[in-house]
């Protein structure tokens, strides 16, 4: 059985050196290509079931790769195509984000022409696979997370407006908390108004004070 690899890609020279490593393969074939965010959506969604996996750049023009993602994991009927991202390693959080968007795994873009061939395989498969750089970081990063306390001091608070609260007690800005947690900034106020007020409290100093006497933001 071929793969069907679709390339979402904005630097030509790498999008062709992806095309050769996969024309050299037998079982892998590239069945489309986009170099944005919208044209990877409208593409994959057009190409259907023929898409087996998405290797995926996640600084793109326009939409970024992350919204890409989270669109083609979910718009694609009942047909849902599997993503591995082939990027730049930039942060713990940019990582996570493509992994809460629907990605199922993350490699560098240095990594060599057989370790790329055998991460499609994986992933095509039903794995996922992660460069030895990103699997210790999401090692050390998820192993830093716990159950958020606070939850008996703020009943009020919904798990995410509990989470964000969490976010704001240490330091996170409305835009780091919207990149985190892969929402629009909107959202982000919107949640932190609806903090504010259950709370009953005026201003972010206020709500990180409360947030912190309970705990959070450890």
Same mark, same amino acid.
């Given at each position: 059985m071929t793969v069907g690899v679709f390339i979402v890609e904005d630097h030509p020279m790498f999008l062709e050196g992806l095309r050769v490593a996969l024309d050299t393969s037998d079982d892998l074939a590239v069945?489309?290509?986009?170099?944005?965010?919208e044209d990877a959506v409208e593409g994959v969604t057009k190409l259907g079931p023929a898409v087996n996996v998405v290797l995926m750049d996640l600084r793109l023009p326009g939409m970024s790769g992350?919204?890409?993602? @989270?669109?083609?994991?979910?718009?694609?009927?009942?047909? @849902?195509?599997?993503?591995?991202?082939?990027?730049?390693?930039d942060d713990d959080d940019e990582v996570v984000a493509?992994? @809460?968007a629907g990605a199922h795994g993350y490699i560098a873009k240095e990594v060599s022409r057989d370790e790329l061939l055998r991460a499609i395989r994986t992933v095509?498969?039903?794995?996922?696979?992660?460069?030895?750089?990103?699997?210790g970081r999401l090692g050390t990063y998820f192993s830093a997370v716990h159950e958020l306390p606070g939850r008996?001091?703020?009943p009020q608070l919904t798990n995410r407006e509990r989470e964000i609260l969490d976010l704001l007690a240490r330091g996170l800005s409305n835009r780091r908390i919207a990149r985190h947690l892969?929402?629009?900034?909107k959202t982000v106020r919107n949640h932190v108004s609806h903090v504010f007020a259950?709370?009953?409290? @005026?201003?972010r100093a206020d709500a990180v004070m409360r947030a912190r006497d309970a705990g959070l933001g450890q």
């Open positions: 069945v489309g290509e986009a170099f944005s965010g992350v919204e890409a993602i @989270r669109s083609i994991t979910a718009d694609c009927g009942t047909y @849902r195509p599997r993503v591995l991202v082939v990027s730049m390693y493509a992994l @809460r095509a498969e039903g794995g996922a696979v992660f460069s030895p750089v990103i699997a008996l001091a703020f892969v929402l629009s900034e259950k709370l009953q409290v @005026r201003s």
